[in-house]
T-cell receptor, first 114, second 115 residues
Framework: DGGITQSPKYLFRKEGQNVTLSCEQN?????MYWYRQDPGQGLRLIYY???????QKGDIAEGYSVSREKKESFPLTVTSAQKNPTAFYLC?????????????FGQGTRLTVV | AQTVTQSQPEMSVQEAETVTLSCTYD???????LFWYKQPPSRQMILVIR??????QNATENRFSVNFQKAAKSFSLKISDSQLGDTAMYFC????????????FGKGTRLSVIA
């Protein structure tokens, strides 16, 4: 089955550590996105990539980094510079090649600072 | 920049009744897509319905329909015959015409269906 896989489902980070969230898709989509979800805030865009080896900052990119070395993969690193990383993180992908355009989402990663 | 506003943080409805969730947006684009996504307690985002801005006809998907008013930049979701499984967060979202651009989300409406 085609879809988006995020791992791990739950992640715990100590103060000062970097952690990487995984996102893999087998939908052959060109574009991939990372969103952060906090209570009452909706989904806010962290980074997105429209093509391999290229990515753009979203609205809340500070303290995060990404790479897009393969079409299928778009990992997100939460660095120690992110002062409030506890949140739910969603990865999504989309294609502009079909008039039935929509974004497909992974199941999310819950990150907690301990 | 585009913005999406959902003015109802929480709503409730009796089972089998009809409820309407509001959404307004702001954009200077002429062609775009609008979406309603559902996020149940599992937190998986599920597409409920999609509307292309160039289509005048309102989209429908079984019990779900929209009232798309392009000039007013309004995109409300109507849920008919509400079911307990409709209990979820509902997000309104905007996407530019290219299809490879990020969705812009509203802050969501928490809907509770009461037996």
């Amino acid at each position: 089955d085609g879809g988006i896989t995020q791992s791990p489902k739950y992640l715990f980070r100590k103060e000062g550590q970097n952690v990487t969230l995984s996102c893999e898709q087998n939908l052959n989509h060109d574009a991939m996105y990372w969103y952060r979800q906090d209570p009452g805030q909706g989904l806010r865009l962290i980074y997105y990539s429209q093509i391999v080896n290229d990515f753009q900052k979203g609205d809340i990119a500070e303290g995060y980094s990404v790479s897009r070395e393969k079409k299928e993969s778009f990992p997100l690193t939460v660095t120690s510079a992110q002062k409030n990383p506890t949140a739910f993180y969603l990865c999504a992908s989309s294609t502009g090649q079909d008039y039935n355009t929509e974004a497909f989402f992974g199941q999310g990663t819950r990150l907690t600072v301990v | 920049a585009q913005t999406v506003t959902q003015s109802q943080p929480e709503m409730s409805v009796q089972e089998a009744e009809t409820v309407t969730l509001s959404c307004t947006y702001d954009t200077s684009e002429n062609n775009y897509y609008l979406f309603w996504y559902k996020q149940p307690p599992s937190r998986q985002m599920i597409l409920v319905i999609r509307q292309e801005a160039y289509k005048q006809q309102n989209a429908t998907e079984n019990r779900f329909s929209v009232n798309f008013q392009k000039a007013a930049k309004s995109f409300s979701l109507k849920i008919s015959d509400s079911q307990l499984g409709d209990t979820a967060m509902y997000f309104c979202a905007f996407m530019k015409d290219s299809g490879n651009t990020p969705l812009v989300f509203g802050k969501g409406t928490r809907l509770s269906v009461i037996a």
